[in-house]
């Protein structure tokens, strides 16, 4: 499975290959196929700190008021002179990977490709 920069739980479910290192790690059987949320049991404030922990460790992190400003201008640019916009979100997805932001829902990044469109 390839880094996506999201966190799991953006995942429906975990492959079994993804438990596999840290039920070898505690001396545990690993779970066939699972979601974060079964694995924490309800305990979303200890699955949200590991996840944020992890992410850091990674050097990801939330996008900042200073780094939005700077994607909309780099979107103005990158959209001048292209017909479609068919390739521009996995074209902004992969350039926040590149900079190790944290991927929002496809929702919200559509938002902002939607917003910098000219419009004819």
């Not at 505690?26 to 700190?49: F, K, N, Q, S, V």
């Not at 350039?95 to 902002?112: F, G, K, P, S, V």
Request: glycine share 6%; hydrophobic share 35%.
């Amino acid at each position: 499975m390839r880094m996506t920069g999201r966190t799991l739980d953006a995942c429906q479910y975990v492959p079994r290959n993804l438990w596999q290192h840290p039920g070898e790690q505690m001396g545990l059987e690993p779970p066939d196929l699972g979601t974060m949320y079964a694995l924490y049991d309800g305990h979303t404030d200890t699955l949200i700190e590991h996840q944020s922990c992890a992410y850091r460790a990674l050097g990801f992190g939330p996008m900042t008021e200073h780094q939005r400003r700077y994607v909309v201008r780099w979107l103005k640019t990158v959209i001048m002179g292209r017909q479609d916009r068919t390739s521009l979100l996995q074209d902004l997805k992969r350039w926040l990977y590149e900079h190790r932001i944290l991927l929002q829902r496809d929702r919200a990044l559509r938002q902002l490709v939607v917003c910098r469109w000219p419009v004819t």
